[in-house]
DNA sequence: ATGCCCTGCTGTGCAGGA
């Protein structure tokens, strides 16, 4: 699976859009990609820009102080960031101009991560984020996580009853339900798969947030990571943390959401693979 | 029960990821 070429995962992901659906016509794409590095991955991530012609990025887990913003900037994308050094790290990439309304979540003002960033492109508010991992379970990390997603929910309750048009992207750090990991038994003791965090992620879908994607498929065995080590992307033993969360307003407005499995097949790949929405 | 693999950092392995 190592070997395998971008241009067929591409056209598989694709294919996933259904028949009939010409992409460029009336759809706006949004896209999510946890990158593991940028500086890694840059070379990547252009040519992914080229071949699969997305209208906005969100890239998490940056894990550095520079961002290429000239790279993107050639290409004809804007950009915005929030990066810390070493670790975490989020971006959002735009072919339309982006206005930044918030670059860190309210509610712990000793909270230096960089996390979350709150854009405002063409009519869509898009909110960026990179939720804490919380491993190990039993700590403040756990801790930090759990009241990370208490925060996100109150910031998404007040978008909602301003009705204001959101979607959520990025890596969630949560595998929502059983049929998101191919192996509960080897989940069980990760703070990804605890009931506490994925109560709350139940809690933004009852908030009036559509998981995009489970929204449009609900198949098991669709998945946005997995681990390095053991062979598991050979065996797609991985697991579903990279969501789009939608306003339930925007309901009708949403025409596909989709995995694009080709880059993890690249040689040095990210562990993650992009989740693509497309918007009419 | 833990590591496996990968990245950044200034390291002489560690922290963090998931």
């Given amino acids: 699976m190592r070997n395998r070429s971008y241009n067929q995962g591409a056209v598989d992901a694709l294919q996933s859009f259904g028949v009939g659906i010409k992409l460029k016509d009336f759809l706006m794409l949004i896209a999510s990609w946890n990158v593991n590095s940028i500086k890694s991955r840059l070379s990547q991530v252009l040519h992914w ?28 994308f804007h950009a915005e960031f929030v990066a810390q050094k070493a670790y975490h790290g989020v971006a959002t990439l735009s072919r339309r101009p982006i206005a930044v309304v918030l670059t860190s979540l309210a509610g712990d003002k000793s909270d230096i991560h960089a996390r979350y960033l709150e854009t405002t492109i063409e009519d869509l508010r898009i ?14 990390k756990f801790e930090y996580k759990l009241a990370w997603m208490d925060r996100l929910k109150k910031r998404l309750a007040a978008l909602k009853k301003q009705k204001v048009p959101t979607i959520v992207g990025g890596d969630f750090n949560v595998i929502p339900e059983d049929i998101d990991c191919f192996s509960p038994r080897y989940w069980k003791n990760n703070a990804l798969f605890q ?19 489970r929204h449009f498929n609900k198949e098991p065995g669709h998945y946005t990571f997995w681990e390095y080590f053991l062979d598991h992307w050979a065996h797609n033993r991985g697991i579903r943390i990279d969501h789009f969360l939608v306003s339930s307003s925007l309901q009708e407005r949403m025409t596909g959401c989709m995995i694009d499995k080709g880059p993890r097949g690249l040689i040095k790949p990210s562990d993650h693979t992009p989740i693509i929405l497309a918007i009419r």
């Fill in 195 to 213: 009931p506490e965090p994925r109560d709350r992620f139940r809690g933004l879908t009852k908030a009036g947030y559509i998981d995009a994607f």
């Fill in 49 to 76: 820009l080229e071949a699969r012609k997305p209208d906005v990025l969100l890239l998490q887990e940056l894990k550095g102080t520079e961002f290429p913003v000239d790279a993107f900037k050639s290409i004809g």
């Fill in 127 to 140: 909110i960026n984020i990179y939720l804490p991992n919380g491993n190990p379970i039993g700590t403040e």
